[in-house]
């Protein structure tokens, strides 16, 4: 079952703009990571926010968590075309130590330079 | 560095070949899982491990099957392989609880079935 949808599905912008997913999620969780999938590789982590945090930093990565709205979202400041890649919400429904992400179907970056 | 291998970046097999996919990490995570990944449909879960010999189904587990003998390898089987099968194939592993909560990917394995 899919627990997480990003969106838009795919997303087009110019090098130096900044990009903004979003990704909602059904049922209440423990906490939310953020996923990158550079064109036929695996994927790679980008951050965590938990549920009891409402916004996180990394580099040019920022990531918001709205619990009550079931919703986060990803913004990526000053694109580089490196940047282009799928990007993948996953959410960890609360539970014990032994546990599996839910992930949603992505959406698709590409910065253009 | 922390490191996921997969056996293979390709493979294509015919309609009823037995199909090995292997998986192996070298941080002694206790968790390991497998998804197949495909256009439109994103992640989906086939198979998970907690541990040594321990394995779960997930979400998509029907033509599957998972071997375990060692912490550090996870294999994926389709015991008969069929066009529909054909996929991006992910392997990951995770250290089990505690604030250790990034999971780590392999390259993937794009599988054709013919």
């Known amino acids: 079952s899919q627990q997480g949808e990003e969106d838009p599905q795919a997303l087009s912008i110019q090098e130096g703009e900044n990009a903004t997913m979003n990704c909602s999620y059904k049922?209440?969780?423990?906490?939310l990571q953020w996923y990158r999938q550079n064109s036929g590789r695996g994927l790679v982590h980008l951050i965590l926010?938990?549920?009891?945090?409402r916004e996180k930093h990394s580099g040019r990565l920022r990531v918001t968590l709205d619990t009550s709205k079931k919703s986060s979202s990803l913004l990526i400041t000053a694109s580089r075309a490196a940047d282009t890649a799928s990007y993948f919400c996953?959410?960890?429904?609360?539970?014990?130590?032994?546990?599996?992400?839910?992930f949603g179907k992505g959406t698709l970056l590409t910065v253009n330079p | 560095d922390v490191k996921v291998t997969q056996s293979s970046r390709y493979l294509v097999k015919r309609t009823g070949e037995k199909v090995f996919l292997e998986c192996v990490q070298d941080?002694?995570?206790?968790?390991m899982f497998w998804y197949r990944q495909d256009p439109g449909l994103g992640l989906r879960l086939i198979y998970f491990?907690?541990?040594?010999?321990?394995?779960e189904k997930g979400d998509i587990p029907e033509g599957y099957s998972v071997s375990r003998e060692k912490k550090e390898r996870f294999s994926l089987i389709l015991e008969s392989a069929s066009t529909n099968q054909t996929s991006m194939y992910l392997c990951?592993?995770?250290?089990?609880?505690?604030?250790?909560?990034?999971?780590?990917f392999g390259p993937g394995t794009r599988l054709l079935v013919l």
């Open positions: 926010i938990r549920s009891n945090e």
């Open positions: 941080m002694d995570h206790e968790n």
């Open positions: 049922t209440s969780i423990n906490n």
């Open positions: 990951a592993s995770r250290r089990a609880g505690g604030d250790s909560e990034t999971q780590y």
């Open positions: 996953a959410t960890k429904v609360r539970g014990g130590s032994n546990y599996k992400l839910t």
């Open positions: 491990s907690y541990d040594v010999k321990m394995k």
